[in-house]
């Protein structure tokens, strides 16, 4: 495949990914960039629209050469770039604040809720496509949360992405009944726009 960058929107685009693959290979963690044939498809995901973000996402949450291969010759326009609605709920202000920028950074409609009690009323409100809720919270746990949502007929079928610090029982990296997904806190922003990204694929 030829690397075309006659495209009206490819040179400023390709260029935005080529200076990030450069600076990856001088870091040395560039080994998958050094590769004609993955150079070659994120230059057609640049030319499609992509987002130079998500590509770099996409590439963090991938664990081998070849599913990162197979992601980005798959990536559309609209994983994840169009206006979808995201609800975090978590009683921790500071990472609201860095989740909210990071997503907002990337095209979502981020809603930020620190108040568990009030986590259902804001969700009737925005009608997310998504929730990220944290479990270990006062008051209101995020399993007690998460129950109150499969219960409620406007809620019950929203994606949920649960992040917890802890295993209580639970294997992060697991899907549930409903689409429920449980992550392992800290989580890199990479894996979370991932698993984003294929929870709006699945809608």
């Not at 080994?31 to 590509?55: P, Q, T």
């Not at 980005?72 to 978590?90: F, N, T, Y």
């Amino acid at each position: 495949m030829t690397m075309n960058t006659t495209n009206d929107e490819g040179p400023s685009r390709w260029d935005d990914v080529r200076k990030v693959l450069l600076k990856a290979e001088r870091d040395g963690s560039g080994v998958w960039w050094d590769d004609e044939e993955i150079r070659n498809a994120i230059h057609e995901a640049a030319l499609k629209g992509i987002e130079v973000k998500l590509i770099l996402a996409c590439r963090e949450a991938c664990a081998s050469r070849g599913e990162f291969l197979d992601r980005v010759r798959s990536m559309k326009r609209e994983q994840p770039c169009g206006k979808r609605r995201i609800l975090a709920v978590d009683d921790e202000k500071g990472f609201l604040d860095t989740l909210a920028m990071n997503l907002e950074d990337l095209n979502f409609e981020v809603r930020s809720e620190s108040d568990p009690t009030k986590a259902l009323d804001t969700a009737r409100e925005f009608h997310p496509h998504i929730i990220l809720l944290d479990i270990v919270m006062p008051e209101v746990d995020g399993l007690q949360l998460l129950s109150q949502i499969r219960e409620d007929s406007e809620l019950k079928d929203t994606r949920v992405i649960m992040l917890t610090a802890l295993a209580s029982g639970l294997q992060a990296g697991g899907v549930t009944e409903h689409g429920t997904l449980f992550l392992s806190k800290p989580v890199s922003m990479g894996r979370l726009v991932h698993c984003i990204g294929e929870h709006l694929l699945a809608m």
